[in-house]
């Protein structure tokens, strides 16, 4: 499962690492404060962490959103200065379209991601959340790719199954590639 090797055997090898998965998180149980651990002692390795948040369906469809993932930022980034935030990547990854092949709409995912950063620049600073790289990830495809990046808080995509099929990813790629506000990192 993701989330199994500690930042320690990681350093060296990679330079980002994910933590708050929604496997970890609601398969393995995974709480806010054992994410926000991983987090910080991922910070004291010379590695980039992207922060996943998002809520299930019936979260969704209860109007708990913007609690829920309120909720996960405070645990996970609270206490955290400007110069650790710009190690951060927050990823906005909606449980419930996640290997679903439903994805929330360009809209539904512009709503939630300019609710993270108006929430960051609470948590550490209006510059460091704008500052702050946020992407999608939710069942993130070619046919939705150019429509998601192009929201102005979206700025590009954690992608899961379509990065294993490489015309597919490609075209995600380029669309990122083509969108101001998704920078394209390798």
Do not use: M
């Amino acid at each position: 499962y993701t989330g199994e090797v500690s930042p320690a055997s990681l350093a060296g090898w990679c330079d980002l690492v994910l933590v708050g998965h929604s496997e970890r998180r609601h398969l393995l149980g995974e709480t806010d404060e054992q994410v926000a651990r991983k987090l910080r002692r991922a910070l004291t390795h010379p590695l980039r962490v992207i922060l996943a948040v998002g809520e299930t369906l019936a979260q969704r469809d209860d109007g708990t959103t913007l609690t829920i993932c309120h909720g996960q930022l405070d645990a996970a980034l609270g206490g955290l200065d400007a110069a650790a935030l710009e190690r951060i990547v927050v990823a906005y990854e909606p449980v419930w379209a996640i290997g679903t092949g439903r994805t929330a709409t360009p809209q539904q995912a512009q709503e939630v991601c300019a609710a993270i950063r108006e929430h960051v620049a609470g948590l550490v600073s209006p510059e460091a959340a704008g500052r702050l790289v946020i992407q999608y990830g939710g069942s993130v495809a070619p046919e939705n790719a150019a429509a998601l990046f192009a929201e102005p808080d979206i700025d590009g995509g954690l992608i899961g199954g379509a990065s294993l099929k490489p015309q597919a990813f490609g075209v995600i790629v380029a669309a990122a590639a083509a969108t101001a506000n998704a920078p394209v990192e390798s």
